[in-house]
């Protein structure tokens, strides 16, 4: 890639930064699990290490304040970092604290923000893939030059919601990117143990929608592609199946601990992918290759992302749990 | 004032609605150029064009995912549910999402839908398209639901409906669709007159005492009001005066409206087309045990209809739901007689 005269290398330190925001705030949130009642948190949390370069790349591809918008799964406090949410209450709402972006109600898996097109994550998985349909329906009903992005996992795609959505997306030739990330695993379940055709992107052939492969650890692959991919969907409404091939380091949430984790892969594996897939270290080789990272700057970097996961956490701890009058409001509109 | 058949109700409500507003769209199976499976949105295609009358495939889950999410964007949908017992096959989108997104996101969307179709017994139809399932929509928060009984009611809460900020199950009852105005009208003089002001709407929440009385109060919504007007009218030739209690909506629910009724009557018939075991007509019959226990001078009856999946035979359909008889069997009932 260093080959490309184009490439906005500022952009790119831009992105390797946010990457490194989303990492901290995620090991900040792994390494306080073990504290975590005290934080509020509970429940479910599934962290987006290892992914952070679909986010970083695609969503910041997008033109969020001109309409571009996206919708996502329970994995989600990455895609609110990305588009600019603010640390504090999304941390705050994965506590549980009445200053949460979904006021407490939402938990980690139900981040969202309006403000930024981010319609939020939702914990039933393939349930996010039709309303997807839904919101580009309504960028073409308005002849809006946007496109809406969704992200699902590779579980997903063994949901009937998945394939009614791009039969009929396809159909109705709505800008919506299927965003897939293949991490390889629907919780403990492998693709080869669920995926009769283990090709993922073939499996959409059947619906004639244009698809492609990126890898989902390269920053510079997610978001060129998708630069381009994105302009075109907005002079020619369309939609675009994309499969981003990732990992996750953390288990599926939680309550996958290593013990249960070793039922499906390796530690091996695990520290495999850290060493050769991570798409921080990737960036960071690439941009110290072309002379606009130094190591100075990436201490500075790291420095203040941890201490902007910490004040975000130190945020949410300041702020109150709901008030007991909350527990009946937002039901109706 | 016109006098309007029930579907005729439908078409005039969506077709308003969709006048007044191009934030309206209606999808769905055969809405378009099939011109709708029992007609109501006949012509609505050439009308209003593909983008507001959208064909889709047999596809429930994609038909509310669309509607869903279009609404969050702005729009207001109208999903079509060819019977509402196909939106089983979407159900997780009704409740896991429509029902839970402005209270999960902490009120930053809101989901302006109305998911509407034919419900209950029709004629034949046999297991699979004759349910009527407004309990699994009434239990749930987030949603409302709407179960029409006259052509007025059926207009005036579908354009309400259509105006809500949140989603609508609006079912109606496809045994009353094409029920001529003549037979309505001598169930009950003016019962098809529907009203032609376009402003006209039916508020939820509002039960609807559709004949006075003083003897005993007959609860029901949707088809069973009809039967329960039909008993009416048998009870008065044997010289007990009923009260008609007409629900409306069981989302939001109006007890009011049926207690004051039973703190006159001092009597109450529940009634529910379908399955009484947990069904709405236990939920009314507790709220009145809780309210109004000592304003009764009886136990509460309910007639429900039979246990079991819809038949097909037509003898053992006509069993199957509350006829007029067991409506005037149990007030009767409650009067010691």
């Known amino acids: ?333 | 004032m016109a006098r309007l058949r029930y579907a005729d109700a439908i078409t005039s409500a969506l077709r308003e609605e969709m006048l007044a507003d191009d934030r309206v769209f209606i999808a769905g199976e055969e809405v378009g150029q099939y011109l709708g499976t029992l007609g109501v949105t006949s012509g609505f295609l050439k009308e209003f064009g593909p983008m507001r009358v959208v064909d889709t495939p047999i596809s429930e889950v994609g038909i509310l995912g669309l509607g869903i999410g279009s609404a969050m964007a702005g729009l207001r949908p109208v999903c079509e549910m060819m019977r509402m017992d196909f939106a089983m096959v979407a159900y997780d989108q009704v409740i896991n999402h429509a029902a839970k997104i402005r209270y999960m996101f902490g009120g930053q969307f809101k989901v302006p839908m109305v998911i509407r179709g034919p419900s209950g017994v029709g004629r034949q139809l046999s297991a699979q398209h004759s349910q009527s399932l407004e309990v699994l929509f009434a239990h749930v928060p987030g949603l409302k639901v709407v179960m029409p009984a006259t052509p007025a009611d059926m207009k005036g809460l579908l354009k309400t409906a259509m105006r809500d900020d949140n989603p609508v199950i609006v079912m109606e009852a496809l045994r009353l669709y094409f029920e001529k105005p003549d037979v309505l009208d001598a169930i009950l003089p003016g019962l098809s007159e529907v009203p032609d002001d376009p402003d006209f709407t039916v508020p939820f929440g509002k039960a609807n005492v559709l004949r006075a009385g003083t003897d005993v109060t007959l609860i029901g919504y949707s088809t069973m009001t009809i039967q329960c007007l039909k008993a009416a009218n048998i009870l008065a030739q044997e010289g007990i005066s009923a009260e008609v209690v007409d629900l409306r909506t069981l989302l939001p629910l109006d007890m009011a409206t049926p207690i004051a009724s039973i703190k006159k009557t001092h009597r109450a018939v529940v009634v529910q087309e379908q399955w009484g075991l947990y069904g709405c007509a236990a939920e009314i019959s507790a709220q009145i045990a809780e309210r109004a226990f000592y304003d009764l001078d009886a136990p509460v009856q309910r007639v429900t209809g039979a246990f079991v999946p819809m038949p097909f035979a037509r003898n053992l359909e006509n069993i199957s739901f509350p006829s007029e008889h067991d409506i005037v069997i149990a007030a009767k009932r409650t009067l010691g007689r």
């Open chain 1, 1 to 333: 890639m260093a080959k490309k005269p184009t490439l906005d290398l500022t952009k790119y330190v831009r992105f390797y930064e946010q990457m490194v925001y989303i990492r901290e705030f995620e090991e900040l949130i792994g390494k306080e699990w073990n504290n975590a009642a005290a934080h509020g948190m509970g429940g479910y949390m599934h962290l987006y290490s290892g992914e952070e370069a679909i986010a970083v790349g695609l969503i910041g591809g997008m033109d969020l304040a001109a309409g571009d918008c996206f919708i996502g799964h329970y994995r989600d406090h990455g895609y609110a970092l990305a588009a600019g949410s603010d640390p504090g209450e999304v941390m705050a709402e994965i506590c549980g604290k009445a200053t949460g972006c979904s006021k407490g109600k939402g938990g980690s898996m139900h981040i969202c923000d309006a403000a930024r097109g981010f319609y939020g994550g939702y914990g039933i998985v393939g349930g996010n893939v039709p309303i997807a349909l839904g919101l580009g329906w309504a960028l073409k009903y308005r002849n809006q030059k946007n496109v809406c992005a969704c992200f699902f996992g590779d579980g997903s795609m063994n949901q009937g919601a998945f394939h009614e959505t791009l039969n009929m997306a396809q159909l109705y030739k709505v800008p919506v990117i299927f965003a897939l990330e293949n991490n390889g695993y629907a919780m403990g379940t492998s693709i080869e143990r669920s995926h009769a055709n283990q090709n993922l992107r073939s499996r959409v052939d059947s619906f004639a929608m244009r698809s492609v492969t990126i890898n989902g650890q390269d920053i510079f692959e997610v978001h060129e592609q998708m630069a381009q991919i994105i302009q075109e969907m907005k002079e020619d409404p369309h939609p675009v199946f994309v499969e981003f091939k990732t990992y996750r380091y953390h288990g599926h949430g939680a309550a996958d601990t290593p013990v249960t984790q070793s039922t499906y892969r390796t530690r091996d594996e695990v520290a495999r992918a850290k060493d050769q897939l991570d798409p921080i270290k990737f960036a960071q080789e690439k941009l110290l290759e072309l002379g606009v990272l130094t190591d100075e700057l990436i201490a500075d970097m790291q420095a203040r992302a941890y201490a902007s996961a910490e004040a975000a956490m130190k945020f949410s701890d300041d702020s109150p749990y709901p008030d007991p009058s909350e527990l009946i409001k937002d039901v109706y509109a």
